[in-house]
């Protein structure tokens, strides 16, 4: 049966829970905050996992917020795509969802209001020289020569700037701060800058966009976000973000909190490299079942409750770099399966079997548990018949010593039914073994033959009965643990070619009418589950979850 779960120490949960016991924060009120250029990905799972469950924790809310401030790469289609996951991981935003794109106006305001104080100013440089002037982290930078513009000329240039009057990368909007800061995130950071792109939520109003750093932060304060729970990377931007809440009149202080983000083996959390794969057609979409975004772990089979159960089991920490196993994810979804997925025989790979001592028309059907352990699932009714399906694997005409199923002269157990011996192998002319002719031992349902041991059980289906349906066998992606370790290297050169295998399988009848995302045991297969899209009555398809050996497990006993 399944392995408990181990939660690991999540300090930020234990950091709200003591602000809450000394009063310290009455309310808490979080948010996710994914910029709409992609599909989420597990790592983003962690996020959501660790925002919203705050929220549901401690009586709080999570906002969902999408930080929409580079229209040029952003979607309808991501916008509706995370919704759709984040409902389906079983979490629900407070309110509205909100864009920061609402706050454009308020933003916009804020900038005015820092030029009138002397902090900001319209920079003529190109990007290039930007770059230059902006020194290193060994060298100061340098100001340039549009720093000290009066508030009149600056405000009325970005609002002409605004406008749409000058070119893209023309002109910008920069924070008077601090050339010569050991942070280079101080060294007067970009506020605004000009793109004439259309926006999928304000159209054409706007020709200048705030950036990132001048929006994630003033929208948190609007939000009365209480903590502003981001990724380690965020950490070098916390003084700009703190700069911005102390020189500007927000309603709210929002404080930061930074954690490690979750990297996977096998596999990239990264939206900039999985939007590559599906733009070159490396999968089949972003929901491709071997993806690791939600919506791809989803169409493989996996559960909401089991990456929520791996996200309890990864922890939150500031240990950064760490590679998480997926066989800790596969671990996840296997013992919630195991638990939760009714049982089904089904042949991969269909060998035919025909019964000598067994009626044209005989006919008897097994009342089988739908689950070892659960009798609230519905009894399968399994018929058995002169013609039967095994999977070819489990016949060999010349077995090694230890091999327990088929083999001609050889003796092994139908699983819920009979024991058989092959008498026979039949090949067509170029020597491909066609069909097996075995005999049953009527005496063996269920029960062992006296004085036999018969040790193999293997899995069949009715020939007359049997479901055709499509499987697909999914492995990583990648061949090598961490595909983009190497910065320079082309993380595509670790593709596996084999990530995908297609069979033509063949189930028993109780799979027949299979709902679309119904999930199974094929029993001594592995879990599948039938396609979201794919998969309807009379042309089943099926995606492997994760096949029944759990090595995590294994690895936990040891240790
Ligand atoms: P990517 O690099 O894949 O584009 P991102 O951080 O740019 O990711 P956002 O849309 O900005 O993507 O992310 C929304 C939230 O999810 C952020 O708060 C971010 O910190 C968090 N997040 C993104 N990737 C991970 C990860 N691998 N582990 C944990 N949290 C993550
Ligand atoms: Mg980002």
């Known amino acids: 049966m399944s392995t408990e779960t181990t939660s690991a120490p999540n300090f930020i949960r234990n950091q709200v829970r003591e602000e809450i016991e000394t009063g310290k924060v009455a309310k808490i009120v979080t948010r996710f905050p994914p910029e709409p250029n992609g599909f989420l990905h597990i790592g983003h799972a962690k996020s959501i996992c660790l925002n919203f469950g705050l929220a549901e924790k401690f009586g709080g809310e999570c906002h969902l917020r999408f930080d929409d401030t580079n229209p040029a790469k952003?979607?309808?289609?991501?916008?509706?795509?995370?919704?759709?996951?984040?409902?389906?991981?079983?979490?629900?935003?407070?309110?509205?969802?909100?864009?920061?794109?609402?706050?454009?106006?308020?933003?916009?305001a804020w900038a005015q209001h820092l030029i009138r104080e002397d902090k900001a100013y319209v920079d003529d440089l190109t990007p290039d020289e930007i770059r230059e002037?902006?020194?290193?982290?060994?060298?100061?930078?340098?100001?340039?020569?549009?720093?000290?513009?009066?508030?009149?000329?600056?405000?009325?240039?970005?609002?002409?700037?605004?406008r749409g009057e000058f070119a893209e990368g023309e002109k910008v909007l920069r924070a008077k701060i601090d050339m010569a800061s050991p942070n280079i995130n101080l060294r007067d950071p970009i506020l605004y800058r000009i793109r004439h792109a259309r926006h999928h939520q304000t159209g054409d109003a706007w020709k200048i966009y705030p950036s990132y750093d001048f929006t994630h932060g003033q929208s948190d304060a609007i939000e009365g976000v209480t903590h502003s729970i981001c990724t380690l990377e965020f950490e070098d931007h916390r003084p700009l973000y703190e700069w911005f809440l102390a020189n500007l009149p927000v309603p709210a202080t929002p404080r930061?909190?930074?954690?490690?983000?979750?990297?996977?083996?096998?596999?990239?959390?990264?939206?900039?490299?999985?939007?590559?794969?599906?733009?070159?057609?490396?999968?089949?979409?972003?929901?491709?079942?071997?993806?690791?975004?939600?919506?791809?772990?989803?169409?493989?089979?996996?559960?909401?409750?089991?990456?929520?159960?791996?996200?309890?089991?990864?922890g939150v920490t500031r240990a950064d770099g760490g590679?998480?196993?997926?066989?800790?994810?596969?671990?996840?979804?296997?013992?919630?399966?195991?638990?939760?997925?009714?049982?089904?025989?089904?042949?991969?790979?269909?060998?035919?079997?025909?019964?000598?001592?067994?009626?044209?028309?005989?006919?008897?059907?097994?009342?089988?548990?739908?689950?070892?352990?659960?009798?609230?699932?519905?009894?399968?009714?399994?018929?058995?018949?002169?013609?039967?399906?095994?999977?070819?694997?489990?016949?060999?005409?010349e077995p090694p010593k230890k091999f327990f199923r088929l083999a001609p002269g050889k003796e092994v157990r139908l699983r819920n039914s009979y024991v058989i011996r092959c008498d026979e192998v039949i090949k067509n002319d170029s020597g491909d073994?066609?069909?097996?002719?075995?005999?049953?031992?009527?005496?063996?349902?269920?029960?062992?033959?006296?004085?036999?041991?018969?040790?193999?059980?293997?899995?069949?289906?009715?020939?007359?009965?049997?479901?055709?349906?499509?499987?697909?066998?999914?492995d990583n992606l990648f061949m090598v643990e961490q595909p983009d370790r190497d910065k320079d290297a082309d993380f595509l050169d670790h593709l596996n070619p084999e990530s995908l295998s297609v069979c033509q399988a063949i189930g028993e009848p109780s799979l027949a009418d299979a709902a679309a995302e119904s999930r199974f045991q094929f029993e001594r297969v592995g879990y599948f589950c039938a396609d979201r899209y794919a998969s309807q009555a009379g042309k089943l398809v099926f995606n492997r979850t994760v096949g029944l050996k759990d090595s995590w497990a294994k690895i936990k006993k040891k240790g």
């Open 256 to 314: 930061q909190i930074e954690f490690a983000r979750l990297n996977l083996d096998y596999t990239l959390t990264s939206k900039r490299k999985l939007k590559l794969l599906v733009d070159n057609g490396i999968v089949d979409g972003w929901d491709d079942p071997r993806m690791p975004t939600i919506s791809g772990m989803r169409r493989r089979g996996y559960t909401p409750a089991s990456l929520r159960k791996f996200c309890e089991m990864i």
């Open 133 to 162: 002037y902006r020194g290193t982290l060994t060298e100061p930078g340098k100001p340039s020569p549009y720093r000290d513009r009066s508030a009149d000329e600056n405000l009325d240039l970005l609002e002409r700037m605004r």
């Open 433 to 474: 073994i066609e069909e097996l002719r075995c005999s049953v031992d009527f005496d063996t349902l269920g029960k062992n033959p006296e004085g036999r041991k018969v040790k193999g059980v293997i899995h069949w289906v009715s020939a007359s009965h049997g479901v055709p349906m499509e499987v697909r066998l999914y």
């Open 323 to 397: 590679l998480v196993e997926m066989a800790m994810l596969t671990h996840a979804i296997r013992s919630d399966l195991e638990d939760n997925a009714p049982r089904a025989m089904c042949v991969l790979k269909p060998l035919k079997v025909v019964l000598t001592n067994v009626d044209e028309d005989h006919e008897e059907v097994y009342e089988v548990p739908g689950h070892p352990a659960r009798d609230d699932m519905p009894v399968r009714k399994v018929p058995f018949t002169r013609e039967l399906w095994i999977d070819s694997d489990d016949f060999m005409e």
């Open 74 to 108: 952003e979607e309808q289609a991501y916008i509706d795509a995370i919704k759709e996951d984040v409902t389906w991981l079983g979490f629900e935003w407070a309110g509205k969802v909100r864009f920061a794109s609402d706050y454009f106006e308020q933003l916009y």
